[in-house]
């Protein structure tokens, strides 16, 4: 079952990258975008001449990158593949600023390391970081490319499969990836009355939660629809979470004072107003609903 589910995500992934090809135009392969005035690639300020470089987590995970072969040292997905909603918002963006597909390079950099203060071996990295006021005052962030709910998963025939509301998860053991907000929401909101568990990686939280070491995870709600339909069998989205506080978004993360940043703004104003984000986010990102915790 878990390899036929597996065949069927990379098989939905290439048909939707065509799809999205053809429908929006996002592909690095045809016309240059018209400049962005004030943004011309050889006036920005870039890790390399000519070439936009662009950090990630490594593995980088299907819904946000896809791609059945895997360019070294990529794993589980890749990122150069253009497939995956964050690896196609990140050629889309290039595109804009006037970079050729041949002129992106992908970095691996861990997912905290990216928003720590210092000098960054990218030019932005894109690998779901919620913007906080907390992790701006270290590193710049984009405006938005996708607004976030979290949600948590658990296994199929266990007590917190059915758990409706906040209260209800309390009783559980919670556990989400370091520095995510998804450990923030469990800290904050959640309360669980037992200390969460948190994971240098997501891969590592869903182990746990396959060894049956933990009851749950919080993951954004995209993910968890992978988590659950290819990573753990028996997998149930118990729900998703309520928003609190200012609604979650995901930024592109940039060194402080990189005056990059503003560009990359305007390229994504661009792909908002035209349709291109949108129908992205469909292709990659739109799912079945699941049901709301209260």
Do not use: H
């Amino acid at each position: 079952m878990r390899k036929t589910l597996i065949a069927s995500l990379v098989a939905a992934t290439a048909a939707a990258l065509a799809a999205v090809t053809t429908a929006t135009g996002a592909s690095t392969a045809g016309a240059s975008a018209a400049a962005i005035p004030g943004c011309a690639a050889g006036s920005l300020n870039l890790v390399e001449d000519g070439v936009l470089t662009i950090g990630a987590d490594n593995p980088a995970f299907p819904p946000w990158f896809g791609g059945a072969e895997k360019t070294k040292p990529w794993k589980v997905s890749d990122p150069y593949s253009g497939k995956g909603y964050e690896s196609a918002v990140a050629y889309a963006v290039a595109k804009q600023l006037g970079f050729a597909k041949g002129k992106v390079k992908w970095t691996v950099v861990p997912f905290t390391n990216s928003f720590r203060p210092g000098k960054k071996p990218f030019d932005f990295y894109i690998t779901q970081v919620s913007y906080s006021p907390e992790r701006a005052r270290a590193v710049d962030f984009s405006n938005s490319y996708y607004f976030v709910n979290q949600a948590v998963v658990g296994r199929k025939g266990t007590p917190i499969a059915r758990a409706k509301s906040i209260s209800a998860l309390r009783p559980y053991k919670l556990a989400a990836q370091v520095g995510t907000t998804s450990y923030t929401y469990i800290t904050k909101y959640i309360k669980p009355s037992s200390k969460p568990l948190v994971y240098d990686t997501n891969d590592a939280a869903v182990q746990a939660l396959k060894n049956g070491q933990i009851d749950g995870i919080v993951v954004d709600l995209p993910t968890a629809f992978y988590v659950t339909a290819v990573q753990v069998d028996d997998g149930v989205i118990v729900g998703k979470l309520p928003t609190r506080g200012t609604k979650e978004r995901f930024g592109m993360v940039f060194q402080k004072g990189n005056s990059l940043r503003g560009c990359v703004n305007k390229a994504l104003g661009r792909l908002w107003a035209n349709g291109t984000i949108k129908k992205l986010q469909n292709t990659y990102l739109a799912r079945a609903g699941a049901p709301d915790i209260k």
